[in-house]
T-cell receptor
Framework: IAGITQAPTSQILAAGRRMTLRCTQD?????MYWYRQDLGLGLRLIHY???????GKGEVPDGYSVSRANTDDFPLTLASAVPSQTSVYFC?????????????FGPGTRLTVL | GENVEQHPSTLSVQEGDSAVIKCTYS??????FPWYKQELGKRPQLIID?????GEKKDQRIAVTLNKTAKHFSLHITETQPEDSAVYFC???????????FGAGTRLFVKA
């Protein structure tokens, strides 16, 4: 059982390029999330999905899009990367409401936009 | 919007001493309060959580207290060890919403 995985581990990207960060979980969790982590700012929610087929905006959604075609996958796309999107990106998942909102995090993707 | 404030941002203690990290939240509908530990270069991992129907929860050297009236909760680590050195995040969320709001984190240094 892998839990929750992310790819790539790290990436250096030229400004203006399109990039998709991948996230896959095998825990059959309903909810999935994308956060960015910047020094001194903690974890900020970008987008989330309550269940397959639905998504919602978090605290910092601008410049990012997501899709949730199935339960397992929740890719994050940067349509045209900018240097301010340099950050560490964490994907997370959680069970449904009955189990509370304990979130399980992926290993992270370190993205540098030049 | 909802907000979680966390203090202090940095905490340095001697091995064996206690460490206390405090958080306040703004959304009175919040009813679930997890704490995550993040070691350098690693992912955040849940260490303890508390729900609004209890005021305190303990797990070995770690305890969390909750005051719903004042809207604040705290993490207590006793008999600290060097391996407790990490960044700790508090968070708050509520039923009916999947969104969890995180504090900015506390970097804990335990000096041997």
């Amino acid at each position: 059982i892998a839990g929750i995985t992310q790819a790539p581990t790290s990436q250096i990207l030229a400004a203006g390029r399109r990039m998709t960060l991948r996230c896959t979980q095998d825990m059959r969790h309903n909810a999935m999330y994308w956060y960015r982590q910047d020094l001194g700012l903690g974890l900020r929610l970008i987008h989330y999905s309550n269940t397959a087929g639905t998504t919602g905006k978090g605290e910092v959604p601008d410049g990012y899009s997501v899709s949730r075609a199935n339960t397992d996958d929740f890719p994050l796309t940067l349509a045209s990367a900018v240097p301010s999107q340099t950050s560490v990106y964490f994907c997370a998942s959680s069970p449904g409401l009955a189990e509370g909102n304990t979130q399980y995090f992926g290993p992270g993707t370190r993205l540098t936009v030049l | 919007g909802e907000n979680v404030e966390q203090h202090p941002s940095t905490l340095s203690v001697q091995e064996g001493d206690s460490a206390v990290i405090k958080c306040t939240y703004s959304d009175s509908a919040s009813n679930y309060f997890p704490w995550y530990k993040q070691e350098l270069g690693k992912r955040p991992q849940l260490i303890i959580d508390i729900r609004s129907n209890v005021g305190e929860k303990k797990d070995q050297r770690i305890a969390v207290t909750l005051n719903k009236t004042a809207k604040h909760f705290s993490l207590h680590i006793t008999e600290t060890q060097p391996e407790d050195s990490a960044v700790y995040f508090c968070a708050a969320s509520g039923i009916g919403g999947f969104k969890t709001i995180f504090g900015a984190g506390t970097r804990l240094f335990v000096k041997a």
